[in-house]
C-alpha cells in the first residue's frame, strides 16, 4: 500500500469546521456566519493575492453577446478560435450594448465588398501573442497557449457590468468566445477549493471578523487578529512570488555569459 | 445512579422524614416534581455560566437527549417544513439548548442551527446560496429549511424540559451533579417544611 498523503486542497467547509474547532464551537450555531466571512476571505485572496485565473468557453447569444460566468470578476484575455488558433480580441469602449430583450445585434456584422462575413477563416492578422494559462477542458490538459494579437478593429467587444455580458461586433465563426478572467473563486454549488497555502490567512480571516463586530470583545484582541492575518497574508504573498530553482538558473544564464577570466 | 422522578421524589421524602416516609407524607410527589425541574434549570444555568466562565463552548453531553425519528411536517400556509419539538426545550442563549438537527443516518452532517428570524437577513449573501439545510426554533416547532430530498424524519438532540418527563423517564443530568441537585430539591423545599401549615380558611398567612 502506498503513503497516504493529504489533499493539496481544501473546501471552504475545511476552514469554517477547523475556526469552529478553534474555540470550541461543537453545535453549528455559527457555522453560516463563519461560511460568510469565509466566503468573504476567500474573494478577498483570490482579488489580491491568489492567482486565481480560469478559461472559460462562452457560446455567442444571438445578438452577439455572451454571459461572463458567475464568479467572474474582471477579465484577462478575450479571444476567438480561427482555423485552431487563437486570436486576441481587442476593447472598444465605443460599441453601443445591444437591447437584452432583443435577439439583434447593436451593429451590424463586418462584411466585405463581396458580402462576406469580414471575419472569418482567411482574416487573421499575425500580431503580438499573447500567453494564455494553463486549463483543463473535458478533463484534457490544455497546455499554454498564444492567441495572436487582435487591434485592428475588425472584431472588438466591450464589458457590460451591469448586465453582466460582454457586447461584441461581431459573431465568432464556431460561435465561441474564449474568456480566461479573474474569478472570485468561489462556486455557488459549495464546490470551491482552496489551496493548502491558504489556509492559515484563511482561517486567521474569519477569526477576525467572527471578533471584528462583537463589542465585547477588547480592542486590543482585534488588533491582534488583523494583525495575525496580515502576516498569515503576507506569507501567502511571499510563497506565491517564490522562484524555483529552474526560474532563478534560467534567470542566471540569461544574464551571464562565460569569459576567460583574467 | 439513573436518576427519574419517581427516585427523586423517594429520596427527598426520606430525607425530609428522616426515614420511612408516613402514608400521607408532608410533601406530595407533585410538588418535588416541580421542584426537580426548578432545580434542575438551575443547574443548567449554573453548569452554563461555568461553561462560559472557562471559555469553553459546550455544555455535558448528558444534559442533552436525543429524539429518533422525528417526523417531519409541513405547514402549508406558510409552505415551510417543521417538526414538533419533541420536548419543551431548554432555552439557552446561543441556542445552546439544541445540539444538532440531522438526518437519522447522517449524525454528523447536522443542519446550521439559526435564530428566528435570520434567513431575511442571509437572503441575498453568498453562504444562502450554498442551500445548507437550517434549522430554527419557533414557537414549539422546530422549522427546517433547504432540507435534503427523500429525508422524512430527523434525530433531534437537545436539553429537554423535565414536566412532560414520565416518572420512570431517565432525567438528563451528569452524574457528578447529582448529589448537589438532591441537595437543591432538599432546600427549596425546606421553607415548605419549616412553615406551619394553616388549617384555618381565612386571608391571614398562619
Known amino acids: ?133 494553463d486549463y483543463y477542458r473535458n478533463g484534457q490538459y490544455v497546455g499554454e497557449q498564444y492567441g495572436l494579437g487582435g487591434g485592428l478593429g475588425l ?26 478572467y479573474k474569478s472570485s473563486g468561489i462556486n455557488k454549488d459549495g464546490s470551491s477549493i482552496i489551496p493548502r497555502e491558504a489556509v492559515e490567512p484563511l482561517r486567521r480571516w474569519v477569526h477576525w471578523q467572527l471578533d471584528e463586530y462583537n463589542d465585547k470583545i477588547a480592542q486590543s484582541a482585534k488588533t491582534r487578529r488583523e494583525r495575525l492575518f496580515l502576516e498569515a497574508e503576507a506569507d501567502l504573498r511571499h510563497f506565491n512570488f517564490i522562484f524555483t530553482i529552474d526560474e532563478y538558473m534560467d534567470n542566471k544564464y540569461s544574464v551571464s555569459k562565460q569569459t576567460i577570466s583574467r | 445512579m439513573s436518576l427519574t422522578k419517581a427516585k427523586i421524589a423517594a429520596l427527598i421524602s426520606e430525607i425530609k422524614h428522616g426515614g420511612d416516609a408516613p402514608s400521607k407524607p408532608k410533601f406530595h ?31 455535558p453531553g448528558e444534559f442533552y437527549k436525543a429524539y429518533k425519528n422525528v417526523e417531519v411536517k409541513e405547514d402549508c400556509d406558510t409552505d415551510r417544513k417543521y417538526v414538533d419539538l419533541p420536548s419543551r426545550i431548554i432555552t439557552l442563549p446561543h441556542n445552546k439548548g439544541l445540539l444538532s438537527v440531522s438526518p437519522m443516518k447522517e449524525v454528523s452532517n447536522t443542519f446550521n442551527i439559526m435564530d428566528a428570524g435570520s434567513d431575511s437577513i442571509f437572503a441575498g449573501l453568498d453562504a444562502d446560496s450554498f442551500a445548507e439545510p437550517e434549522v430554527y426554533i419557533e414557537d414549539e416547532r422546530l422549522y427546517v429549511r433547504d432540507i435534503p430530498v427523500g429525508v422524512t424524519s430527523l434525530l433531534v438532540r437537545m436539553i429537554p424540559a423535565i414536566d412532560d418527563f414520565k416518572s420512570d423517564d431517565i432525567i438528563p443530568i451528569p452524574a457528578v451533579l447529582e448529589a448537589e441537585y438532591i441537595t437543591m430539591i432538599s432546600k427549596l423545599l425546606d421553607e415548605e417544611k419549616e412553615t406551619p401549615q394553616d388549617h384555618y380558611n381565612d386571608s391571614n398567612a398562619n
Open chain 1, 1 to 133: 500500500m502506498g503513503k497516504e498523503h493529504t489533499s493539496g486542497y481544501v473546501s471552504l467547509n475545511y476552514i469554517v469546521n477547523l475556526v469552529l474547532m478553534d474555540i470550541n464551537e461543537n453545535t453549528s450555531v455559527k457555522r453560516k456566519k463563519a461560511l460568510q466571512y469565509a466566503i468573504l476571505g476567500l474573494t478577498r485572496l483570490n482579488l489580491y493575492t491568489l492567482d486565481s485565473v480560469r478559461t472559460a468557453y462562452l457560446t455567442q447569444n444571438d445578438n452577439f453577446t455572451v454571459d461572463v460566468p458567475n464568479d467572474y470578476i474582471d477579465y484577462t484575455k478575450v479571444g476567438v478560435i480561427v482555423d485552431g488558433q487563437l486570436i486576441t480580441l481587442s476593447l472598444n469602449p465605443d460599441i453601443p450594448f445591444p437591447d437584452k430583450n432583443k435577439c439583434t445585434p447593436a451593429s451590424p456584422m463586418s462584411k466585405d465588398e463581396n458580402g462576406f462575413n469580414l471575419f472569418g477563416s482567411d482574416y487573421y492578422f499575425p500580431d503580438f501573442g499573447y500567453s494564455y494559462l
Open chain 1, 155 to 180: 472584431f472588438e467587444f466591450r464589458y457590460n457590468p451591469e448586465d453582466r455580458q460582454i457586447a461584441f461586433t461581431d459573431k465568432a465563426s464556431n460561435g465561441e468566445i474564449i474568456l480566461e
Open chain 2, 29 to 59: 410527589y407533585t410538588i418535588i416534581y416541580a421542584m426537580a425541574e426548578v432545580a434542575r434549570n438551575q443547574i443548567i444555568d449554573i453548569a452554563y455560566k461555568e461553561m462560559r466562565k472557562d471559555g469553553a463552548n459546550s455544555l
